[in-house]
C-alpha cells in the first residue's frame, strides 16, 4: 500500500490558488483600462433629465467619442460640473461654441432665431422666467436638463459653460434598472 503523496496535493492546490488570483489580476487590470480610458460610469442622483434619464438610474458613457469627434447638440453628456469639479452632472448639451442662448417665454432660442429650438425630449414646458441671455464661448458647451423645471443647470450655475477638456464622456445608455438607448 503507498501513502497519499502531500507534495501533489499542496501543490495542487497552489495551482488553484495562483489561477483565481492570476483571474481576479486580469479583472481588476481590465476594469481599470475600461474605466479610466474608454467608458464613463454616472449615477443620476436627481430628476433633472426626467423622462430621458430618471432618478436614480446608471449610465455608461464613451470617453473616446470626443477624441474622435466633436460633441454636438442634443448629445447628453457627463461632464465636471464648472462650479465644483469633483461632481459629475449629466446634461444634454443645448448652446455650441459662439452660440447665442436665449430663453424667453418658456423657450430656447438660437442665435437671434424667431423659432424655438425643437425639443421633443422635454419632460413638460419650461416655466416662463423673466429672458437670459448667454453667449457661448469658443470651446464651450451650454448645457440643460430635459426636465428644465426642476433641473440646476447652465442657467442658475456661477460658471455658466462647460469647456470640452471637462466632458468625460458622451452617454451611450442606462444600464441600470435595465438597459435603454439614450437619445
Known amino acids: 500500500m503507498t501513502k497519499p503523496d502531500k507534495t501533489n496535493k499542496g501543490s495542487s492546490a497552489l495551482r488553484e490558488l495562483l489561477s483565481w488570483i492570476q483571474i481576479i489580476v486580469i479583472a481588476a487590470v481590465v476594469a481599470f483600462v475600461l474605466n479610466n480610458f474608454l467608458i464613463a460610469n454616472s449615477r443620476v442622483p436627481t430628476g433633472s433629465m426626467e423622462n430621458t434619464i430618471m432618478t436614480g438610474d446608471r449610465v455608461i458613457?464613451?470617453?473616446?467619442?470626443?477624441?474622435?469627434?466633436?460633441?454636438?447638440?442634443?448629445?447628453?453628456?457627463?461632464?465636471?460640473?464648472?462650479?465644483?469639479?469633483?461632481?459629475?452632472?449629466?446634461?444634454?448639451?443645448?448652446?455650441?461654441?459662439?452660440?447665442?442662448?436665449?430663453?424667453?417665454?418658456?423657450?430656447?432660442?438660437?442665435?437671434?432665431?424667431?423659432?424655438?429650438?425643437?425639443?421633443?425630449?422635454?419632460?413638460?414646458?419650461?416655466?416662463?422666467?423673466?429672458?437670459?441671455t448667454f453667449q457661448v464661448p469658443e470651446g464651450a458647451y451650454f448645457c440643460m436638463g430635459d426636465n428644465r423645471n426642476e433641473s440646476m443647470d447652465a442657467r442658475y450655475w456661477k460658471n455658466s459653460y462647460v469647456y470640452k477638456n471637462k466632458i468625460l464622456a458622451k452617454v451611450l445608455f442606462r444600464y441600470w434598472p435595465g438597459i435603454k438607448g439614450i437619445h
Open 61 to 132: 458613457g464613451s470617453r473616446l467619442s470626443y477624441r474622435f469627434g466633436e460633441p454636438k447638440r442634443g448629445d447628453v453628456i457627463i461632464f465636471h460640473w464648472p462650479d465644483d469639479e469633483k461632481m459629475l452632472f449629466v446634461k444634454r448639451i443645448i448652446g455650441m461654441p459662439g452660440d447665442k442662448v436665449t430663453i424667453r417665454d418658456g423657450h430656447v432660442y438660437l442665435n437671434d432665431s424667431e423659432t424655438p429650438l425643437e425639443e421633443p425630449y422635454i419632460k413638460e414646458p419650461m416655466v416662463v422666467e423673466p429672458e437670459k
